[in-house]
């Protein structure tokens, strides 16, 4: 999962060290049946990747810093919930 993350985004931060919490998440992905097998996990990267917001592409407003997604974050079942459902693709 760690390589595909890498190979389908590889401008996104990379994972140095894959900690307890970033296991804990990916597994609580895969064991809840929203990301099952690789090929969805291949399918989730590639919606990732088609958000300007989630990529670091968004302009942030004055005072703040540009969001970039990594994985922790992509991961995490709320913000898994919310890119699924189109929350940061500006459709």
Known sequence: IIDLYHQT????PKVAKLSSKRK???GA??????IPDMETWKEYFEFVSQSDWLMGKVEPSPGRKRFVADLEWLTNE????????????GR
């Open 24 to 26: 804990a998440q990916i």
């Open 9 to 12: 985004l590889p401008t996104l």
């Open 78 to 89: 709320s913000n898994f919930v919310k890119t699924w459902e189109n929350k940061y693709h």
């Open 29 to 34: 992905r895969w064991r809840s049946g929203d």
